[in-house]
C-alpha cells in the first residue's frame, strides 16, 4: 500500500483506535501518535482562543502542536477592550498577542467592527463625532497591533440574519450601510498597511441567499474602492444542509481571487428545538459528510487563495457551543473531546486534508 494510502488510513483509524484505549493517557495529554495538524494541512490552521486557556497546560500542549493561528475568542473585540467612557484597555488582547508571539503562531485580529457591541460607547454622539471616536478607535487597535497581528476580520457579520439586504445596526444608522464598513476598512489600511483585512460572515454555506447577498456586498464594496483584502466564511456548519451547498459558496467566494479564509468552523450535531429523530451514526455521518465537503472544496482554491482554515475552539469543551449546562449535553462540534483525544471530525478533516 503507497505511503500515503497507508497514512490516509492510519488517519482515518487513528480516533477510533485512540478512543478505543480512551483514558489510556492523562486526560489532555496530546496522543503523541497522531500527527499535528498543522504539518498535514494545506494551509495555516488556527483555533481560537481565551487568556484563560493560556494557564491550562493541556490546552496549550495541545493547540500549539496542532495549529500554527489563533483568533482571539471575544478579547480582541470592543467588548474586552472599549469602556462606555471611550476608554480603551489593551490588557487582555495584548496578553493574546504575547502568546502568540511566544509560540511563533501567526494571530489574526478578531474583530474590529460588529454590529452587535459598542453602542454604549457611542450612544448619544452627534454623527460628527460619532465618526471621529469611531475612526479613534479602528486606527488604536489595528495601529497597537501593527506588526503583530497577520490579518483582521474589520468589519463582522454586516449581512442581515436572513439574508435579505444588510443588517441595520448603530454603525450603519449613524454612517451609512455601506458608508460604516467602507470607512472601517480604509482606516483599518490606514493604521496597518501590510495586515490582510477581511471582510467576516457566518451561515454563507447554511444559506444560500446570505451567500450571495455576502458576495453582491464584497463586489459592491471592491468596486467602490474599499481595500478588502479577503473573504472570511465562519462555516458554523449546519450538518443537515444538502451536499454541495458547500461546495457551490466556496467556488462563487473564490471568484474575486481573494484570500478565503474559513474562520469559525465548527459542526454541531445538534438541532435547535424540537425531536431529533437522528441516531448519533446519523449525526456523526453527516458532520463527516460536511466538514469533509468543506475541506475539499477549501483544497479546490488555488494556494494563494487558502487563507488559513480555523476552528472555533479546541476541543468540544471549550467551544461556545456546549459552554453551558443546556447545550452541553452530547454535542460534538469540535476536532478534540474534552479529554484531547481526537473526534472523528478530526479524523474526516484530516483525511480530506491528506488524500
Ligand atoms: C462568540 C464567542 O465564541 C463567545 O465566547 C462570545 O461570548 C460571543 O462571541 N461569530 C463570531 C464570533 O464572529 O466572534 C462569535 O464568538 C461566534 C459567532
Same mark, same amino acid.
Given at each position: 500500500?503507497?505511503?500515503?494510502?497507508?497514512?490516509?488510513?492510519?488517519?482515518?483509524?487513528?480516533?477510533?483506535?485512540?478512543?478505543?484505549? /480512551?483514558?489510556?493517557?492523562?486526560?489532555?495529554?496530546?496522543?503523541?501518535?497522531?500527527?499535528?495538524?498543522?504539518?498535514?494541512?494545506?494551509?495555516?490552521?488556527?483555533?481560537?482562543?481565551?487568556?484563560?486557556?493560556?494557564?491550562?497546560?493541556?490546552?496549550?500542549?495541545?493547540?500549539?502542536?496542532?495549529?500554527?493561528?489563533? =483568533?482571539?475568542?471575544?478579547?480582541?473585540?470592543?467588548?474586552? +477592550?472599549?469602556?462606555?467612557?471611550?476608554?480603551?484597555?489593551?490588557?487582555?488582547?495584548?496578553? +493574546?498577542? *504575547?502568546?502568540? *508571539?511566544?509560540?511563533?503562531?501567526?494571530?489574526?485580529?478578531?474583530?474590529?467592527?460588529?454590529?452587535?457591541?459598542?453602542?454604549?460607547?457611542? !450612544?448619544?454622539?452627534? @454623527? !460628527?463625532?460619532?465618526? $471621529?471616536?469611531?475612526?479613534?478607535?479602528?486606527?488604536?487597535?489595528?495601529?497597537?497591533?501593527?506588526?503583530?497581528?497577520?490579518?483582521?476580520?474589520?468589519?463582522?457579520?454586516?449581512?442581515?440574519?436572513?439574508?435579505?439586504?444588510?443588517?441595520?445596526?448603530?454603525?450603519?444608522?449613524?454612517?451609512?450601510?455601506?458608508?460604516?464598513?467602507?470607512?472601517?476598512?480604509?482606516?483599518?489600511?490606514?493604521?496597518?498597511?501590510?495586515?490582510?483585512?477581511?471582510?467576516?460572515?457566518?451561515?454563507?454555506?447554511?444559506?444560500? $441567499?446570505?451567500?450571495?447577498?455576502?458576495?453582491?456586498? $464584497?463586489?459592491?464594496?471592491?468596486? %467602490?474602492?474599499?481595500?478588502?483584502?479577503?473573504?472570511?466564511?465562519?462555516?458554523?456548519?449546519? +450538518?443537515? +444542509?444538502?451536499?454541495? /451547498?458547500?461546495?457551490?459558496?466556496?467556488?462563487?467566494?473564490?471568484?474575486?481571487?481573494?484570500?478565503?479564509?474559513?474562520?469559525?468552523?465548527?459542526?454541531? @450535531?445538534? @438541532?435547535?428545538?424540537?425531536?431529533?429523530?437522528?441516531?448519533?451514526? /446519523?449525526?456523526?455521518?453527516?458532520? =463527516?459528510?460536511? $466538514?469533509?465537503?468543506? %475541506?475539499?472544496?477549501?483544497?479546490?482554491?488555488?494556494?494563494?487563495?487558502?487563507?488559513?482554515?480555523?476552528?472555533?475552539?479546541?476541543?468540544?469543551?471549550?467551544?461556545?457551543?456546549? @459552554?453551558?449546562?443546556?447545550?452541553?449535553?452530547?454535542?460534538?462540534?469540535?476536532?478534540?473531546?474534552?479529554?484531547?483525544?481526537?473526534? =472523528?471530525?478530526?479524523?474526516?478533516?484530516?483525511?480530506?486534508?491528506?488524500?
Amino acid at each position: 500500500m503507497p505511503a500515503d494510502g497507508l497514512n490516509r488510513r492510519f488517519l482515518l483509524a487513528a480516533p477510533f483506535a485512540l478512543a478505543a484505549c /480512551q483514558g489510556a493517557a492523562p486526560a489532555g495529554a496530546a496522543p503523541t501518535a497522531l500527527p499535528p495538524l498543522k504539518s498535514i494541512a494545506p494551509c495555516p490552521v488556527g483555533v481560537c482562543a481565551m487568556t484563560g486557556h493560556f494557564d491550562d497546560p493541556a490546552w496549550v500542549d495541545l493547540a500549539t502542536r496542532h495549529f500554527n493561528q489563533i =483568533t482571539p475568542e471575544w478579547e480582541m473585540k470592543m467588548e474586552a +477592550i472599549l469602556g462606555e467612557d471611550r476608554s480603551y484597555d489593551f490588557t487582555r488582547p495584548d496578553r +493574546i498577542a *504575547a502568546f502568540a *508571539a511566544e509560540k511563533g503562531m501567526r494571530l489574526h485580529g478578531h474583530a474590529l467592527v460588529w454590529y452587535s457591541q459598542g453602542a454604549e460607547a457611542f !450612544t448619544g454622539l452627534d @454623527r !460628527t463625532r460619532f465618526a $471621529v471616536e469611531y475612526d479613534r478607535y479602528i486606527a488604536a487597535v489595528a495601529g497597537r497591533y501593527r506588526g503583530k497581528v497577520v490579518s483582521w476580520d474589520v468589519v463582522n457579520e454586516a449581512v442581515a440574519e436572513d439574508g435579505n439586504g444588510l443588517r441595520d445596526c448603530h454603525w450603519s444608522r449613524s454612517l451609512g450601510q455601506d458608508g460604516y464598513i467602507i470607512r472601517a476598512f480604509e482606516q483599518a489600511r490606514a493604521a496597518d498597511p501590510d495586515a490582510v483585512l477581511f471582510l467576516n460572515d457566518y451561515n454563507l454555506e447554511n444559506n444560500p $441567499v446570505k451567500g450571495a447577498t455576502f458576495l453582491r456586498l $464584497v463586489e459592491r464594496l471592491l468596486k %467602490a474602492g474599499a481595500p478588502i483584502g479577503g473573504i472570511g466564511t465562519q462555516s458554523h456548519l449546519d +450538518i443537515e +444542509i444538502p451536499a454541495g /451547498q458547500i461546495t457551490t459558496f466556496m467556488k462563487d467566494a473564490a471568484q474575486f481571487g481573494l484570500p478565503i479564509h474559513v474562520s469559525e468552523l465548527d459542526a454541531s @450535531r445538534r @438541532r435547535d428545538g424540537g425531536f431529533d429523530p437522528r441516531s448519533a451514526r /446519523q449525526k456523526q455521518d453527516q458532520q =463527516t459528510a460536511r $466538514v469533509t465537503e468543506l %475541506a475539499e472544496a477549501y483544497l479546490s482554491l488555488p494556494e494563494r487563495q487558502r487563507f488559513a482554515f480555523t476552528v472555533w475552539g479546541l476541543r468540544d469543551s471549550d467551544s461556545w457551543l456546549t @459552554r453551558d449546562a443546556r447545550a452541553g449535553s452530547g454535542d460534538s462540534p469540535l476536532l478534540f473531546d474534552a479529554t484531547g483525544a481526537p473526534t =472523528t471530525m478530526f479524523s474526516a478533516l484530516a483525511g480530506a486534508f491528506r488524500p
